[in-house]
Each structure stands twice: as C-alpha cells, then as structure tokens.
C-alpha cells in the first residue's frame, strides 16, 4: 500500500470538489449544470474521487452547498443591491460562467498563483456573464490580501464575501484575522461562509485525515458556531442548514428517513443534525 497521501496538496480539494459538480451536472435531475466541471477536475479529479474512501456516499453535502451558494448569492445580487463579489480561495468555481448575473457586476477571485494559472488557461474559451478578474496571492500573505481587499472595496458600493471551502483548513487565529481583515474595509457588507459542527470535524478527520498530506488539515469548526463571528464584529443572520436543504433540493444521505425518525425519539437530536453543517449569512456590524 502506497505512503503517498491522496491529498497531496490543499489545491487538491478543488479538483475533487470539481468532480462533485460534474457528477451532479451529469443527473438527469441536475440541480445546476456546470460544463467546465470534468475538465477543470481532469484526471487527477477522477482520481482522487475514485480512490478516496466514500468519496461518492459524501457527494450529497458537496452539492447541496453548491446549490445554497448559488441561491444566496443570486439573492444578495439581485434582491439586495451587490455590486461586487469577493471570492476567495475561489479554486475551480466556475458561477461567474454558469449563473446568469448581471453583466455589470464585478466577480472578483483570489487564489494561490498554481491555480489561478491553471484555470485561466482551462477556461481561456469560454465566456463570463459578468465583469471577472482573477488575482494570484497567497491569503496567508497578510500584506497581499490586506492590499487586495482596500482595492476591491474602494471600487465597491456594496461587496460580497464568499468563503467557500476555506475556512475549515485553516486556525482560530487565521479567521480571526481574516474577519478582521474583512471588516476593515468599508465596502465589505456581507459574508456567506460554509460552517461545520465539531461533530462533523471529527467525522471528517475519521474518514479522510489519514488521506491527506502533513500540511493539509480539517481544523474550524467553532464549539460557538456561527457566534463565533459575533464578537469579531459580523453578526449571524441566517444559518442555512445542509440537513435541511438536503431535505428539500432531494439530495439526501442514503437512509436519511431512518436517520430521521431517530433523530424524533432523542430530545434536541434534530437541531444537532442542523447545525453540523451549512451556510452562514454574516452582516457587517
């Protein structure tokens, strides 16, 4: 058996997150359709989907947070009034070509430079609905991301924020610092980040840990939840369940009726469920 870890790289995630996304565009009951997802995946996404243990049983949460985004930041364009999209650590999402937004709306992404180049030579055909640009930096570089964040603000009426696969590989301090970073900058009026229970932590840990790489580790989930933030200045606002979503996009776990009339019997079960997984609408206080 080989010593070399599945995950070899956190850039790894975003080829397999990318595997998810063509899976689920290739169902006859697609809930999106992403046409660039197998390609961006490439051979090393198939790989890693086809090697890492329960990989496929997994896909339903991928999805469905896929879907949540989608619909959230729909919501804040259109309904809300957000001229610009800050996504970071953008890896291979591909919204800016599959949703339809509007062509004024600035989509900017950030990402580690290997990435960046990889996808804008991937994509270099196809066709953005709105204004997009792609910078190249390290967020763990203070400075860059500090430099970075002011210019995407100072262009911006009303920003938003999207962290999507990002912070659970990263330490209490680093989102702190990120939180702060972020609340700084005047423009920066919204924040929607997925969010995961300490339960799930652990399950995560169990059954994909040893698959990846010394420098490649699950580490946020906050015992406060989603009032972790509070203190940092962003209020919670909405927490939109995974478990719940699931539910009504038809995307559930296999079993999940079983799981679901034990969950009845168990005083405050069902809420645990909730909460071990989902998106968090942050407002700037």
Known sequence: MSDIPIIRHVSDTALWVAMYRAVESERPDALFHDPYARTLAGERGRQIFSDLPRAKNHAWPMVVRTQLLDELILAAVEQDGYDTVLNLAAGLDT?????????????????????????????????????????????????????????????ANRALVITEGLLVYLGVEQVQALAADLHSQPACKRWLTDLASPRTLRIMRRYHGKQMADDVHFQFAPVEHAEFFRPLGWNPVAFHSIWDAAKRLQRRMRGAWLLDLWLRLIPGAREQARRMGGIVVLEKR
Request: glycine share 4%; charged share 30%; net charge positive.
């Open 95 to 155: 919204r800016p070509y599959r949703l339809a937004l509007p062509a004024a709306l600035r989509w900017v992404e950030a990402g580690l430079p290997g990435m960046i180049e990889y996808k804008s030579a991937a994509l270099k055909d196809a066709r953005a609905f709105c204004r997009l640009e792609r910078h190249a930096l390290d967020l763990a570089d203070e400075t860059a991301r500090r430099v970075l964040f002011a210019r995407v603000s100072a262009a």
